[in-house]
């Protein structure tokens, strides 16, 4: 969900009235996607890099995930959507953590759409996490280094119960991955549009959609063999 801040200086504003524009765009998106029948929607919404910016942008952004949450519990049960979250959920405040708790719990029965909210964080860290908890099992002979394939792996990842990313957005015109599922989006079709995030409305998710539409996912294989 890129270009919040870019959004508000092209209009004199402050970054974070960009982020707070930047949350419209989450409810359009999440509303749409769950009335289309998409059953997962993950979310970059905070990197384990984020920590680094000014700690006023830090402390508003923690504001703004607490309140979006008090706030959107009704859209979320309206719509029969379950909250999820992955990331080094301990490093949020503890007010942040405790809301994305309780939403958690109290959605954990919705199964229209799984909502995921990727917070502090970062495919490395996600990765060096498997790999110590994978090497923990194998030293204390849990599994063996044989036993050891994608299926396990995807099990040890904070996204071990969703499905490898198909479509992957990114808005603002960048055209990177920026510590993203990298292990998940092997085989994820990429779109990149300049839209600002802010500016990303329901028309330019079907539109990112429609593109996806129209690809062609061989996975390795040749067209021939898909037809
Ligand atoms: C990137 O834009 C955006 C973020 C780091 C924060 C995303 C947060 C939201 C959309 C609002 C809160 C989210 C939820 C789920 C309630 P940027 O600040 O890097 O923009 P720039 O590149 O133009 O400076």
């Not at 994978?134 to 969703?162: A, F, G, P």
């Not at 990114?170 to 994820?188: H, K, M, P, V």
């Not at 990149?192 to 539109?207: E, V």
Request: charged share 30%.
């Amino acid at each position: 969900m890129d270009g919040n801040g870019r959004w508000a200086k092209q209009q004199g504003l402050l970054r974070v009235i960009g982020h707070e524009n930047g949350t419209k765009s989450v409810r359009e998106v999440v509303e749409a996607s769950a009335e289309i029948g998409i059953k997962h929607l993950t979310l970059y919404a905070f990197s384990t890099e984020n920590w680094n910016r000014p700690k006023i942008e830090v402390q508003t952004l923690m504001k703004l995930l607490v309140k979006s949450l008090k706030k959107e519990i009704k859209t979320l049960q309206d719509n029969d959507i379950k909250l999820n979250a992955i990331g080094c959920l301990d490093d949020l405040p503890k007010k942040a953590k405790e809301e994305l708790q309780e939403v958690i719990e109290k959605t954990k029965n919705n199964n229209r759409m799984i909502l995921t909210l990727a917070l502090s964080y970062g495919s490395r860290d996600e990765l060096i996490n498997m790999v110590k908890k994978i090497s923990d099992k194998v030293k204390n002979n849990i599994i063996s280094t044989e036993s050891i394939d994608e299926s396990i792996i995807n099990k040890h990842l904070y996204t071990q119960n969703l499905p490898d990313v198909d479509l992957l957005i990114r808005t603002s015109g960048e055209q990177r991955i920026s510590n993203f599922l990298l292990w998940q989006i092997a085989y994820a079709e990429l779109y990149f549009t300049h839209i600002l995030w802010p500016d990303f409305k329901k028309s330019d998710l079907y539109t990112a959609l429609i593109d996806y539409q129209n690809r062609e996912r061989r996975f390795g294989k040749t067209s021939e063999q898909l037809s």
